[in-house]
């Protein structure tokens, strides 16, 4: 665990932020919507409380709601997705994990991390790490 | 681990999340990386970023080509996104006059590029963030490994 603040902002450095806290629930998203938002073969995103996140530059930030109530914000200069807004989650954000600085860990415990929608992944490529994979959020 | 996918379809699609670009790809990349610099962690948002090396000729843009948006991010090379969804989608190499690279999370449906798994690595390992390893035996290489 860190104590000191996880920083973070997009590729271009139009968009800064600063989390206060460690974030908790790291999910590596294998679905099609978080594939092809970033272009990746799967996204890690940790959750922060939205009180412990301080933003900077957001008149640059451009939102896509994705799903009903579900917003992928991204920088409209340089393209880097930064976070997810929910409107079932209210009280936190999604946070790209792509995006922290130097790739700094997001301080949270090991036993909660997971990867989600391991149903949607692409069939050619595996990660084959040791960390559980469910299916959807694995209620 | 999964190897070449069975009969690929001839013809691969892709495009942004919501839809306004769309690209076909009339041939299989040359080369599949997936790249740990930071550059690439920042643009895509993602712990690594995984684009396949392709002839231009054979990346066909059949809508939303008005809709690309340019960031040069590192002298003379331009990456492509989606001004609408963020989506990224094509990364131009400044001295590479007939080949470009297509990120292939942008692919449809999860699809295989068609690539030979001889011809797949991770680059820029040095660069990895700490705290995940994908842990599969691709080769991984410092830089781009020469």
């Known amino acids: 665990m860190t104590t000191s603040a996880i920083t973070g902002g997009c590729q271009c450095g139009a968009i800064r932020y600063e989390i206060s806290e460690p974030l908790h629930d790291v999910s590596h998203c294998h679905c099609s919507m978080c594939r092809k938002a970033h272009g990746s073969l799967f996204v890690s995103f940790g959750r922060?409380?939205?009180?412990?996140l301080t933003l900077s530059g957001?008149?640059?930030?451009?939102?896509?709601?994705?799903?009903?109530?579900?917003?992928r914000q991204f920088c409209r200069s340089c393209g880097g997705q930064i976070l997810i807004a929910s409107e079932d989650a209210p009280e936190v954000y999604f946070v790209a994990l792509g995006s922290l600085d130097a790739g700094q860990s997001?301080?949270?415990?090991?036993?909660?991390?997971?990867h989600i929608f391991w149903e949607s992944k692409?069939?050619?490529?595996?990660?084959?790490?040791?960390?559980p994979k469910v299916t959807g959020y694995g209620e | 681990m999964s190897e070449?996918?069975?009969?690929?379809?001839?013809?691969?699609?892709?495009?942004?999340?919501?839809?306004?670009?769309?690209y076909q790809l009339t041939a299989p990349p040359s080369e599949v990386v997936h790249c740990h610099c930071s550059i690439c962690r920042r643009a895509h948002g993602a712990l690594f970023?995984?684009?396949?090396?392709?002839?231009?000729?054979?990346v066909i843009i059949d809508n939303g080509e008005d809709r690309l948006q340019a960031f040069e991010s590192s002298p003379g090379n331009e990456r492509l996104f989606c001004s609408r969804?963020?989506?990224?989608?094509?990364?131009?190499?400044?001295?590479?006059?007939?080949?470009m690279f297509v990120v292939l999370g942008s692919l449809d449906a999860?699809?295989?590029p068609g690539h030979d798994r001889a011809n797949e690595k991770h680059i820029f390992w040095e660069s990895k963030v700490a705290w995940y390893d994908p842990c599969d035996d691709l080769p991984k290489v410092n830089g781009i490994g020469t």
């Open chain 1, 48 to 52: 922060a409380r939205r009180d412990s």
């Open chain 1, 58 to 71: 957001d008149q640059s930030l451009a939102g896509y709601e994705s799903s009903s109530g579900m917003v």
């Open chain 1, 106 to 114: 997001p301080g949270h415990a090991t036993s909660e991390e997971k």
């Open chain 1, 122 to 131: 692409v069939s050619w490529y595996d990660p084959v790490d040791d960390l």
């Open chain 2, 4 to 22: 070449q996918g069975t009969n690929p379809p001839e013809t691969i699609t892709g495009g942004c999340q919501c839809g306004a670009v769309r």
């Open chain 2, 49 to 58: 970023a995984t684009a396949g090396v392709y002839d231009k000729d054979a």
């Open chain 2, 85 to 99: 969804c963020g989506g990224q989608l094509f990364l131009m190499v400044g001295h590479w006059e007939t080949s």
């Open chain 2, 110 to 112: 999860g699809q295989h």
